[in-house]
């Protein structure tokens, strides 16, 4: 293949910026071993397509045709290839824009906290949505800070990210004019908010965040019990590891709850090489446990990811994280560094010939990507699109490998099960959910955090630990009393106070037709518009769609148009249930399957539709 | 190859090993409909209107991609089946001009009794894709719904891209990349509604890497890619099946020896193809063989709009 480039020139600060990043790049032998082994195009370097594409966005503020161009060359990458990929991310400006970003959270748990003031007061301070020379804003769906409601994130040319909350609609003026003002309080702005009370006898995976160890200090990390579970399972070796995993019956916390075990044992029983990979792409509106885990107790999660490589037998695995965590990044990046410095992560750890080390990818915007499949696409520099499924993930994943995903929280409980053992692990929790779950709460709660509960804790019990309603304003009113949940997540299901008894554990909430999902609890008052918040839901799967599949890509439109007519009393919901039953039977994956989960429970409690 | 038994609506089937449900199906006496669907090319597995019932799969299954296995129970026409074809088909003929497509898929439709006028008027609300952000649109209003109508892409004399036709089946994608052609001009650019084919930054074709060899006209569906004399015969009412035969022959221009599918109309050249199960070509030619017949005298043509 010659590559055709048409006329376009890079200026010497874009060429510059893939420049330092090829040569960054240059010693590595990385990921791409395994993949030319599976891919016949040797020259090309595509799975630095997605990081490449981040190096120009961060340097240079936006990426021109040139500077695809002069990426695309450099890695071997077609520019119609480039662009389709640099195009199906929300981070990437394709067209020139001011080098200060505001990504302003106008979804549910912020919504019902007030971002439609701080949207509104953004377009009176800084004009249209996508204007401006020197800050532009635009809405986002939600950024998984939904404990510090309003949340905003900032996305800057030539500086680090970062991001804010609560912003409060009169701050959205002084945040512009002092970005850096805004930066310094979002250093510390502590954990008071995120983590549990303290005391509470099930916090396992909550235990350093709330005993507030140093994110930053791997001495600190071992001094905390860090690492002695990567010891010990050196110890026990990889087989008895799988055993020891599938007996605590440890299942996904990603949303599917597949036993993660049995996940092991199958990518184990593949040839090598294989690949492991932590999901904390986390971008399921309302969930924001992964983050805190992360910024909070970066260590635990690379010690858990190289438990996983251990036992599964993979020499390489990968963080996926989503690209609006500038916290999380910057510290799993530094801990990454710590750990490989202390000999662990890299060549014949422990002098026991294991060599295992872990890459950092982040993500650019796209909800999909967090399904495990399209996470494969994008690590490897294709457009986040699913696969289709057969072949399974453990069989044929990331560049064409076997390979184990699991969710950051799935993960971290493996620390538990090896140190305490399976039966320990087993003591709370429901016979088929044991453990602990960390629920993120939202919404008119009157302390938004996440919770460790065992599963099988009732949701008001939940509820209560987050402080029941809250007394003062969501936005500008005050907050009446308990209206009603959603459970899971967009794609989960609204629940109304008959089942504030339900049991949160996997079973139980299946036979209310609900499921946990994520782990996202957002709560409303009896007070809220819920049929903005479910039109809000209905958008966000109109536009996180990949668009590759026929039922998801028009669905969800259609799903969204036909809304405004249950709005209005036109329409009682019989055509929008319709095209839900089509999504569900007939897309490729989870998105589709479930873009109508949050439309249809709400129809069936009454919560939109009226009696048209 | 050994054989597979498994259940098809109700009745012991057997079909070989390695078959996909479509072919077993097929095998069985059964048919599917299918849009993004070609026996030659890797299938995929994006329209969905092929999809079955398997037990034991909680969503439908896609016939086109999915590998039979033994003991499957399979049903193609359940209410489910019946429901999933109707609303996609229905989505996709509200959302995209179908007017091309091939007479089975016409035949399909009516069998579901397709009606895209159940959403209401349908209309472009957004305006180009190319100009809108990945995960941002406008709020609809509820009286109109959203299509990809757009005006077709006249940028030389070989061939119209006409994406008010585009289903999105990535077949185009596919002759241009990996499959065939190995050039990679165009890619899925955009993402949901807004997803589409394009060349970098939508540059113009001629701009951009295509060689015009036409491979992605020969896979496309729905007539969204069409050779230039075809389609101004199109628009000016010129083009006239009933007039048409179809010969073959092999290309004089070089000794590779490539099939040729003439359709001829009233004495002229309208339209060159190659069978897709030619196994010189699997379809494709080069810009010679599937353009080079203007010089053998087709209807002038106009100047690009
Ligand atoms: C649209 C979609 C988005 C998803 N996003 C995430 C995510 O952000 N984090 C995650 O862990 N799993 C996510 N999943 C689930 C993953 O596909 C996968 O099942 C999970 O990471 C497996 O890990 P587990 O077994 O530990 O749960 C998503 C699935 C779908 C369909
Ligand atoms: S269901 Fe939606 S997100 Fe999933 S593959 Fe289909 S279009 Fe993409
Ligand atoms: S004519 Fe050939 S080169 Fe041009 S876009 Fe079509 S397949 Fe690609
Ligand atoms: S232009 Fe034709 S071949 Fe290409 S994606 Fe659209 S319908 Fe398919
Ligand atoms: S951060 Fe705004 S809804 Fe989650
Ligand atoms: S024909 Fe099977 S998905 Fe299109």
Redesign the interface.
């Known amino acids: 293949m010659d590559l055709h480039f048409a006329d376009a020139e890079a200026t010497e600060a874009e060429r510059a910026a893939v420049d330092r990043f090829m040569s960054a790049h240059a010693s590595e032998t990385g990921p791409t071993k395994a993949a030319r082994l599976e891919r016949p195009r040797s020259r090309e370097r595509r799975d630095l397509l997605l990081p490449g594409l981040h190096a120009l966005q961060a340097a240079i503020g936006w990426i021109s045709h040139g500077a695809l161009n002069y990426l695309g060359a450099a890695i071997a990458v077609p520019p119609a290839d480039a662009y389709g990929v640099a195009s199906f991310y929300s981070m990437f400006s394709l067209t020139p824009q001011a080098p200060n970003v505001l990504h302003v959270c106008d979804d549910i748990a912020c919504r019902a906290n007030g971002a439609l003031e701080v949207v509104d007061e953004c377009e009176r301070v800084f004009g249209p949505e996508g204007s401006g020379d020197s800050v532009t804003w635009h809405r986002s769906p939600c950024l998984g800070r939904c404990d510090r409601a309003p949340a905003l994130f900032v996305q800057r040319a030539g500086e680090d990210d970062f991001d804010h909350g609560p912003v409060h609609a009169d701050l959205s003026g002084r945040a512009i004019d002092g970005l850096a003002e805004l930066e310094g309080m979002n250093i510390d702005l502590g954990i008071e908010r995120s983590a549990t009370p303290q005391g509470q006898a099930e916090v396992r995976l909550l235990r350093r965040i709330v005993e507030r160890i140093d994110p930053s200090s791997l001495e600190g990390y071992r001094a905390n019990g860090g690492y002695a579970a990567l010891h010990r399972a050196v110890e026990m070796g990889a087989e008895s590891i799988r055993d020891l995993i599938s007996e605590s019956g440890l299942t996904g916390r990603g949303g599917a709850g597949f036993p993660t075990g049995l996940k092991w044992k199958m990518a184990a029983a593949e040839a090598a090489p294989r690949f492991v990979i932590a999901n904390a792409d986390e971008s399921e509106p309302g969930t924001f446990k992964d983050r805190v885990l992360i910024e909070q107790d970066p260590f635990a999660l690379i010690e858990a990811l190289t438990i996983a490589g251990v036992s599964v037998g993979a020499e390489k695995g990968f963080i996926y994280l989503r690209g609006e965590y500038p916290v999380a990044g910057r510290r799993l990046e530094a801990a990454l560094a710590a750990a490989r410095d202390a000999g662990l992560l890299g060549r014949d750890l422990f002098g026991r010939g294991i060599s295992f080390d872990i890459e950092l990818r982040i993500g650019a915007g796209a909800y999909i990507c967090g399904e495990e499949t399209a996470l494969f696409n994008s690590i490897e520099g294709y457009r986040g699109e699913p696969r289709n499924k057969p072949p399974y993930p453990t069989q044929v994943g990331l560049f064409g490998r076997p390979t184990v995903v699991n969710n950051v929280e799935t993960l971290l409980n493996v620390l538990f099960i090896i140190m305490e053992g399976a039966d320990e692990y087993r003591r709370l929790g429901t016979p088929t959910s044991p453990g602990t779950k960390v629920f993120s709460v939202s919404g008119h709660v009157a302390k938004p955090g996440v919770y460790e509960v065992p599963f099988g804790t009732p949701l008001q019990d939940l509820l209560a630990l987050a402080g029941g309603m809250r007394k003062e304003t969501g936005g500008m009113r005050n907050i009446t009393s308990f209206g009603s949940v959603l459970l899971g997540g967009a794609a989960g299901t609204f629940l109304g106070p008959e089942a504030l008894d339900l049991p949160l554990a996997n079973e139980a909430a299946i036979e209310r037709n609900a499921s946990l999902g994520s782990g996202a609890v957002v709560v409303f008052d009896t007070e809220t518009d819920m049929f903005e918040m479910v039109s809000r839901i209905a958008a966000f799967f109109r536009d996180e769609s990949c668009g590759q599949c026929a039922p998801c890509r028009i669905g969800t439109v259609r799903q969204e148009e036909l809304m405004v007519r249950v709005g209005s009393g036109f329409d009682s919901g019989g055509l929008i249930r319709e095209v839900g039953r089509a999504m569900t039977d007939a897309s490729i994956c989870g998105l589709g399957q479930t873009a109508s989960n949050a439309v249809v429970s709400a129809l069936d409690l009454g919560l939109i539709g009226g009696d048209a | 190859m050994s054989g597979l038994e498994f259940i098809l609506d109700g009745e012991r089937a057997v079909a070989p090993a390695g078959s996909t449900l479509i072919r077993a199906l097929s095998a069985n006496g059964v048919e599917t409909p299918t849009l993004c669907y070609l026996e030659h090319t890797s299938a995929p ?5 092929c ?1 079955v019932e398997v037990e034991g799969s ?3 299954v ?1 016939a086109c ?1 999915r590998l039979l296995e033994e003991g499957m129970v399979v049903s193609s026409d359940s209410s ?1 089946v019946r ?2 074809r109707k ?2 088909f229905e ?2 003929a ?2 995209v001009d179908l007017s091309l497509v091939s007479e089975e898929t016409g035949a399909w439709m009516r069998e579901y009794d397709v009606d895209p006028g ?2 209401g008027p349908t209309l472009r609300t957004d305006g180009p894709a190319a100009s809108m ?5 406008e ?4 009286l109109s ?2 299509s990809v109508a757009q005006p077709p892409l006249i940028q030389d004399d070989l061939y119209v891209r006409d994406y008010a036709k585009c ?2 089946c990535y077949q185009c994608v596919n002759a241009c ?1 990996p499959e065939a052609q ?14 589409r084919i ?4 939508e ?1 113009g074709l001629p ?3 295509c060689v015009y060899c036409g491979n992605c006209i020969a896979v496309c569906p729905t007539g969204a890619l069409i050779p230039r004399t075809e389609f101004d015969l199109r628009a000016s009412g010129g083009w006239a099946a009933d007039r048409q035969s179809v010969t073959r022959t092999v290309c004089p221009y070089c000794g590779v020896g490539c099939n040729l599918e003439l359709t001829v109309q009233d004495g002229a050249i309208v339209r060159v193809d190659s069978p897709l199960d030619h196994d010189v070509t699997s379809g494709n030619l080069c810009i010679k063989g599937r353009f080079g017949f203007s010089h053998v005298g087709a209807q002038p043509r106009s100047e690009p709009a």
């Open positions: 597995n994006v329209c969905r209107v999809v909680r969503p439908l896609p991609s489910r429901h999933a609303l996609v989505m996709l509200s959302s159940r959403f952000r990945p995960g941002h649109h709020r609809p209003d509820g719904f959203a289903i999105l990349g190995n050039t990679f001009a165009i890619s899925v650019a955009g993402r949901g509604f807004e997803a394009s060349t970098e930054f540059i701009d951009s890497a």
